[in-house]
């Protein structure tokens, strides 16, 4: 049962944009903040930004200003917009719920690169 699906990745240049997207299953994403989860080559997935249900967001310092995340509560859909693209944003980028439960289940990911 695929519960989490994202999308939109691929290669930028420095500077350069992406959106990508991540469809939910309603258990997931309803009423629940989502986030964005980087895992950078070699590094632990951490969480780049988040939003909550009524659209209250929350990013990491590296990110902020640069990236914006958004969701559509009707499509049980969540984004993030990527601006200003820099090498060190290069990971594999999932969708899943905040916090991670011990039993949450990951999507495949998609691939950002960023070259320089």
């Known amino acids: 049962q695929v519960q989490l699906v994202e999308s939109g990745g691929g290669l930028a240049e420095a500077g350069g944009s992406l959106r990508l997207s991540c469809g939910a299953s309603g258990s997931i994403f309803r009423l629940n903040t989502m986030g964005w989860y980087c895992q950078a080559p070699g590094k632990q997935r951490e969480r780049v930004a988040s939003?909550?249900?009524?659209?209250?967001?929350n990013y990491v310092d590296s990110v902020k200003g640069r990236f914006t995340i958004s969701r559509d509560n009707a499509k049980n859909t969540v984004y993030l917009q990527m601006n200003s693209l820099k090498p060190e944003d290069t990971g594999v980028y999932y969708c899943n719920r905040v916090p991670i439960l011990r039993t949450s289940s990951w999507g495949q990911g998609t691939q950002v690169t960023v070259s320089s």
């Open positions: 939003i909550t249900w009524g659209g209250s967001t």
